[in-house]
């Protein structure tokens, strides 16, 4: 309810969030590192008929869902709860023990909509419209939303990201080494900072993060989502 949302908000530690930048990173190493598909053309978004009513009217806006409020309530929490399991298992047990405090340091910045490349799958309609009325899957041009989110992303204080959900350990695995080994790049090139070490904690936890944000459990893998993720300011 909202009195929870504000609670979270209170207690939300704005620095945990990676750049635009820094996103657009990690997007470039799912993309050319681990070959993740960015060439479907269309991206569906499964809704039932009331909502579909409203996404019909001119100048309609689709809704996010808060990250900690998605259809499947323990979603994010299992996301996490890997990400913790790979550190501990490559010897970062430290920094295993800072990702489990997440969800005590993180409000509600990061807000949601999910989309799909299946454009008809069973185990869909039934899970996101409605059993007895139907429901419709909107097509969007993957392109045009990307453009989109480009000009959103210039002239708004919020940001904006669109990036495909992952959903086997191996590739989480690949992404958190690659995110050491930039943050600790960093880290050597200034050394002679005060603070360094706490602003390099810092960045891994958010991009750690950003992670958790998009990690699904393997049996969710025929959704073949991708998330538009909205840090509200």
């Known amino acids: 309810d909202r009195d929870f949302i504000d609670e979270l908000n209170a207690k939300a530690c704005p620095l945990l969030f990676p750049t635009t930048e820094e996103v657009g990173v990690l997007r470039d190493f799912l993309e050319e590192k681990l070959k993740y598909e960015f060439e479907g053309e269309l991206l569906y978004h499964y809704t039932n008929c009331k909502v579909a009513q409203e996404l019909f009217k001119e100048n309609a806006d689709l809704w996010c869902t808060h990250y900690r409020f998605m259809n499947d309530s323990k979603e994010w929490f299992s996301g996490l709860e890997l990400i913790g399991d790979i550190l501990r298992n490559q010897g970062c047990d430290e920094l295993a023990d800072e990702v489990d405090l997440l969800p005590e340091k993180i409000g509600c910045a990061?807000?949601?909509?999910?989309?799909?490349?299946?454009?008809?799958?069973?185990?869909?309609?039934?899970?996101?419209?409605?059993?007895?009325?139907?429901?419709?899957?909107?097509?969007?041009?993957?392109?045009?939303?990307?453009?989109?989110?480009?000009?959103?992303?210039?002239?708004?204080?919020?940001?904006?990201?669109?990036?495909?959900?992952?959903?086997?350990?191996?590739?989480?695995?690949?992404?958190?080494?690659?995110?050491?080994?930039?943050?600790?790049?960093?880290?050597?090139?200034?050394?002679?900072?005060e603070g360094c070490e706490h602003e390099l904690a810092t960045r891994v936890l958010s991009r750690i993060f950003f992670l958790s944000l998009i990690v699904k459990h393997p049996s969710f893998d025929y959704e073949k989502e991708w998330r538009l993720i909205v840090r509200k300011h």
């Open 110 to 193: 990061p807000w949601i909509t999910s989309f799909s490349m299946n454009c008809d799958k069973a185990s869909m309609w039934g899970m996101y419209c409605d059993r007895s009325k139907g429901g419709f899957a909107f097509g969007f041009n993957r392109l045009d939303l990307e453009q989109l989110i480009d000009r959103k992303n210039q002239s708004s204080q919020d940001e904006y990201f669109l990036l495909p959900c992952i959903y086997d350990a191996d590739s989480v695995k690949k992404i958190l080494r690659y995110i050491l080994d930039e943050c600790h790049s960093d880290e050597d090139e200034h050394l002679c900072r």
